[in-house]
């Protein structure tokens, strides 16, 4: 009996509790939509990567955590109208890269084996149709590569300087000695060669023109003044800003600036009418120095203050103001920034941090879409990186999507 009781009761309250009703109960989650990974294949489409002060970053290549050391920008394929970038690796390896769309194709040429140091683009050896890659490697053995209409390239070693790891290469008719075009080379133990497409069977002829102090870590020739041999500016190891010009009697010496710390990287202001030649230098404790050529000599200016280790330095269009001038400096503070001179001053503002430390900046001209030019930079990490300005930056008359 008192069962029977038990269940009845359980069953009137039951029957009396309220249902709950359709409303009442909790509403299904919404299954979120796929999201789409981040592209992070520049081969496939662009590779966006973060980028600050207005300005976008994106992957070029991604070389698998080998460090490229050199990058600079050049019209490899003349039939092609945009121009490559090309990166050096710490393997021996030269890289060619085809922008198209946003998309970047490599074309990988060379196997050297030790690191790819200097590197040049000029047209020096007149038994080939237009300009030629140069680039040399810390065994010493310096390479040609050629470009061809089907998209392809070749490499082979034209000089070896046993010895001697080639860390700078600069080219042109600068040896008034020698005909036409030559490379000139330095290299560390400190010494300069000249270069010249004058060898038996295609071959080319080694001159060594003078041992140097220290290594030369980078060069860049300047523009000629009528009549004479271009200038090459270089820096060292030995804490020097000099000019060297090779004259029928040999070679010529400038000092124009020297310091007690090393000298890593320098860039040439780009020409304008009536301006006066301006050379940027870094320095291995940070400093950054403009360089302005006077009628009775050279002014100097230190402009910026910053982290240990600067390995990037170039001077362009990077601001929407055309008489706006700018400087562009990478290193192993892993950050990008960018220097413009003000009415107060010099200013410093970073535009990229990377993952790694920097070796080397360059700029080139690879989207129109506007006004300024574009930076690509690499280091340690593997990685070139493309910074640009968003499309229709300093081109206000144009619709664009900003």
């Not at 053995?141 to 860390?167: C, F, S």
């Not at 040439?268 to 320095?283: C, D, E, F, S």
Request: charged content about 20%.
């Amino acid at each position: 009996m008192r069962t029977l009781l038990i269940v009845c009761l359980l069953a009137l309250v039951a029957a009396s509790t309220p249902c709950a009703t359709a409303e009442e109960k909790p509403a299904p989650k919404p299954i979120a939509p796929p999201v789409e990974p981040p592209n992070d294949n520049p081969r496939k489409a662009e590779a966006p990567l973060p980028a600050k002060a207005g300005w976008h970053a994106a992957l070029v290549m991604d070389n698998k955590g080998v460090g490229v050391w050199t990058v600079k920008s050049f019209q490899v394929f003349d039939h092609l109208a945009c121009p490559e970038v090309v990166g050096l690796d710490d393997n021996g390896r030269c890289h060619v890269l085809m922008s198209y769309s946003g998309t970047w194709a490599p074309i990988s040429v060379l196997h050297d084996g030790s690191w790819l140091g200097g590197l040049t683009h000029a047209d020096v050896d007149p038994r080939v149709r237009g300009a030629e890659l140069y680039t040399g490697s810390q065994r010493g053995n310096i390479y040609q590569v050629r470009a061809y209409e089907q998209t392809l390239l070749d490499g082979r070693r034209i000089a070896t300087l046993p010895g001697r790891e080639i860390h700078t290469v600069v080219a042109g008719d600068l040896d008034p000695r020698s005909p036409g075009s030559e490379l000139i080379v330095f290299t560390r133990p400190g010494a300069v060669y000249r270069v010249s497409p004058t060898g038996e069977h295609g071959g080319f002829e080694v001159t060594k023109l003078q041992d140097l102090r220290g290594r030369v870590r980078d060069a860049v020739v300047l523009p000629a003044r009528k009549g004479e041999t271009p200038r090459i500016a270089l820096v060292s190891r030995t804490g020097a800003l000099r000019l060297l010009k090779i004259t029928a009697q040999g070679l010529q010496w400038t000092t124009v600036h020297g310091t007690n710390m090393g000298k890593g990287r320098v860039a040439l202001k780009p020409a304008r009418p009536g301006q006066p030649l301006v050379l940027y230098t870094t320095h291995d404790d940070g400093r950054i120095m403009r360089h302005q050529e006077l009628e009775n000599g050279w002014g100097h200016e230190t402009i910026y203050l910053g982290p240990l280790g600067p390995r990037g330095v170039v001077a362009g269009r990077f601001d929407a103001d055309y008489a706006v001038e700018t400087v562009a400096i990478f290193g192993y503070s892993k950050r990008v920034e960018l220097l413009t001179k003000t009415d107060k001053g010099w200013k410093a503002e970073t535009i990229f941090e990377g993952l790694a430390k920097g070796h080397w900046l360059c700029a080139g001209e690879v989207d129109g879409r506007n006004a300024t030019q574009e930076l690509f930079a690499s280091g340690f990490g593997g990685h070139i990186v493309q910074l640009m300005r968003p499309p229709g930056y300093g081109r206000m008359e144009t619709a664009a999507k900003r």
